[in-house]
């Protein structure tokens, strides 16, 4: 049976914004919200946020602090016509992608922005994790570039302390990882965990609180304790 060819992303014009940004190593930032939110039954994009605004806009101004370029994925229009909107207000690109509907989870989401961003460092992240903050977003970075030069070509993942957090990590989008990624998407692979068996990765500890992964509405509790705002 021949492999089953995903549809390529659709793509939007870069939004231009003033200021800005480095591009050491090539680093480019990747939103990831394009989930149904099943499970918390409404949009966790679009839930009030204590910092102001929504969980998408806390994502992305956080993200746009580090100072590089931003991609947002996602299918649903309500998303991309708010970060279209929230675009003047940051001082680095942001770039809209859209993800054809239904969402097929992230693992194909990584391979369209590889493929779309190539030889670039991704720094992925997902939009559910509402208490996430600068400082961790740059220990993840420390903790990667601070790294031998054996490892320097290696994923770096987020780690509570209990288990992995990869939607949070940083992703060489070099020729070995997309040919592994390809390979894998071919061969009908849809778990990012089993592929990082595969391919490898390095576990970087992080403070469990800010990687709070809210998924179910009892998550939002949790979220709500984590008094930092």
């Not at 961003?117 to 992240?125: F, G, K, S, T, V």
């Not at 420390?142 to 994923?155: H, K």
């Not at 989008?173 to 990765?201: C, P, Y």
Request: aromatic residues 4%; glycine residues 8%; contains cysteine.
């Amino acid at each position: 049976m021949e492999p089953r060819q995903q549809p390529p992303a659709k793509r939007h014009q870069p939004l231009p914004n003033p200021g800005a940004w480095s591009t050491d190593a090539g680093l480019r930032c990747c939103l990831l919200s394009g989930g149904a939110s099943r499970r918390m039954g409404r949009d966790k994009a679009l839930l009030p946020h204590p910092a102001g605004g929504c969980w998408l806009d806390h994502s992305l101004r956080q993200l746009a602090a580090l100072g590089a370029p931003l991609t947002l994925l996602s299918g649903h229009d309500s998303h991309l016509s708010r970060a279209s909107q929230l675009a003047a207000s940051l001082t680095v690109p942001l770039e809209l992608l859209h993800e054809p509907s239904p969402p097929q989870g992230p693992l194909i989401a990584l391979g369209r922005l590889m493929r779309h961003h190539p030889n670039q460092l991704l720094l992925l992240c997902p939009v559910d994790m509402p208490a996430l903050d600068l400082a961790t977003l740059r220990q993840l970075l420390r903790a990667a570039s601070s790294a031998g030069s054996s490892q320097s070509s290696l994923i770096h993942v987020a780690h509570d302390g209990s288990q992995a957090q990869p939607l949070l990590g940083l992703y060489p989008a070099d020729g070995r990882h997309r040919r592994s990624l390809e390979a894998s998407l071919a061969a009908g692979e849809r778990s990012l965990q089993r592929w990082l068996a595969v391919v490898g990765s390095q576990a970087v500890p992080l403070p469990a609180g800010p990687l709070l992964n809210a998924n179910r509405p009892g998550d939002l509790d949790q979220f709500n304790r984590w008094d930092v705002y």
